[in-house]
């Protein structure tokens, strides 16, 4: 990815994948998409696995183990979001256009540098787009990944769009939680007194963001759906909410899950009944910041001119990591709005991006016992 004309096919490819609508469970049209993309580079057994990931093999020269690149399909948006991109002479903006159409671009964009650079590879290449990165897909796409491949590959190595910089070697423990009250309901005059499970939730709702959160090893709660009732004058005989809760050490995450389930408890009682489901978990996992990949990643960084900030994040990389395989989350670019719609991508870094990954790539088999 040396010239101007490469970079310019990689960010047409982006904004082509961006165009494509891909919420979680949902990413089969993009999943076609680049499958159509990497058949016609001709790569080796391309297929879609049953998860619905598109997986593209690299092969090797010689028989060492594997690598495994990915990047998340599935974006926060629902198909309903206007996918409306807007150039700039320094950005692209557009929803999702850095998380992930960028990441997903550039597995094609490697094929095409690593073929132009005539670069030898010591061991199969595998390349992912996967599927349920985002919310509650739980990284179903990258287990399976993981699932097949076990811990057989030399490592994995995830790529976002807007992370330039950052060296993620931690994955951060996230449960989700849904929590449900029911109620008899009722008139809001002539049955006034009864309880409403409305009023009932945000009472709960009170308590929870109340809890005092740890900072060492950092915790936090987040509150991001809550519904219920039927109308104004109607005293609510049901009411959610979706709470997420991260933490950087599994024993923290344990400890403010078990406070919210006390919480959950102590609302229980006669005519208010209270249901709390876990919906959504992602394992956490860390490999030492002195492990053979995260010195190379950060040192890939430094030779391209930038400085490497070694991070926790919740990214595909947290199964493998879960599972005590290397592995490492780095970015193609700068930008911002991730998860928003005034998303965008800055297009001057993409250059450098793209050089560390493919340096990445080309020097773990020498580099990683």
């Not at 919310?135 to 490592?155: C, E, I, K, T, Y």
């Amino acid at each position: 990815m040396n010239t101007l004309n490469s970079l310019a096919q990689l960010v047409e490819l982006a904004i082509a994948i961006q165009q494509i609508p891909s919420p979680t469970f949902l990413e089969a049209e993009r999943a076609r998409f680049v499958h159509t993309c990497f058949m016609e580079l001709g790569v080796a057994d391309l297929r879609l696995d049953p998860a619905g990931n598109v997986m593209a093999r690299l092969p090797g020269s010689r028989s060492a183990k594997a690598l495994v690149v990915s990047a998340h399909l599935d974006t926060v948006f629902p198909a309903s979001v206007d996918l409306h991109c807007e150039r700039e002479a320094e950005r692209i903006l557009g929803p999702g256009i850095g998380d992930n159409s960028l990441g997903v671009a550039g597995l094609i964009g490697l094929v095409r540098a690593l073929r132009e650079r005539q670069l030898e590879l010591a061991g199969d290449l595998w390349l992912v787009a996967d599927v349920c990165e985002e919310g509650l897909g739980d990284l179903r796409g990258m287990r399976a990944v993981v699932d097949r491949f076990g811990a057989s590959p030399l490592a994995y190595i995830a790529l976002e769009g807007m992370a330039l910089g950052q060296v993620y070697h931690q994955g951060l423990g996230v449960r989700r939680y849904r929590i449900s009250i029911n109620t008899l309901g009722g008139h809001s005059w002539i049955d006034h007194g009864q309880p409403s499970a409305v009023h009932e939730l945000t009472a709960l709702s009170t308590r929870l963001t109340a809890l005092k959160l740890s900072r060492a090893p950092r915790s936090t709660l987040n509150i991001g759906i809550i519904s219920g009732g039927s109308s104004v004058n109607t005293i609510a005989a049901e009411a959610m909410l979706e709470l997420d809760l991260r933490s950087e050490a599994a024993e923290a995450l344990e400890r403010l899950s078990a406070q919210v389930a006390g919480i959950v408890q102590d609302t229980e009682r006669p005519g208010v009944s209270v249901k709390m489901e876990l919906i959504g978990q992602r394992p956490s996992g860390r490999v030492p910041a002195e492990h053979p990949l995260v010195r190379l990643a950060q040192d890939c960084l430094l030779k391209v001119g930038l400085e490497p900030h070694l991070n926790i994040g919740s990214t595909d990389a947290n199964l493998p990591l879960s599972r005590g395989i290397p592995a490492v989350t780095v970015g193609l670019t700068t930008g911002g709005g991730a998860h928003s719609v005034h998303e965008f991508i800055n297009l001057a870094p993409l250059e450098k991006g793209m050089e560390q990954v493919i340096d990445l790539i080309s020097r773990s088999w020498e580099n990683i016992p």
